[in-house]
């Protein structure tokens, strides 16, 4: 059975950083594509950053405050977050795709498992 985990959330305050980790287990991804949503109390889950085969890609709302990594040796996918903003508050889910497709990271729908989410909070 596959399982992601998320952990690493927390409270910080706004300039603070996290970094986010989500272990997964029961298969390996290998260049699959895995990747970061969020989503806000009252708002719908957004794409937030993914990583695959030919590298990186962020929202925009992130870009230049959050790094994604993966080492495939730990199965493992990491969210380093700099620069957090209140609106960076929301809960944040680990995503991973079972097959290789040819199509945008930014897309819920491209991906297989999912984890329960981590809260990250970010005070003003």
């Known amino acids: 059975q596959v399982q992601l985990v998320e952990s690493g959330g927390g409270l910080v305050q706004a300039g603070g950083s996290l970094r986010l980790s989500c272990a997964a287990s029961?298969?390996?991804?290998?260049?699959?594509?895995m990747g970061w949503f969020r989503q806000a109390p009252g708002k719908e889950r957004e794409f937030v950053a993914a990583?695959?085969?030919?590298?990186?890609t962020y929202a925009d709302s992130v870009k230049g405050r959050f790094t994604i990594s993966r080492d495939n040796g730990k199965n493992t996918v990491y969210l380093q977050m700099n620069s957090l903003k209140p609106e960076d508050t929301a809960v944040y889910y680990c995503?991973?795709?079972?097959?290789?497709?040819?199509?945008?990271?930014?897309?819920?729908?491209?991906?297989?498992?999912w984890g329960q989410g981590t809260q990250v909070t970010v005070s003003s």
């Open positions: 029961g298969r390996t991804f290998g260049y699959s594509a």
């Open positions: 990583i695959n085969w030919s590298g990186p």
């Open positions: 995503a991973a795709q079972g097959l290789v497709r040819k199509a945008p990271m930014f897309l819920a729908s491209v991906y297989d498992y």
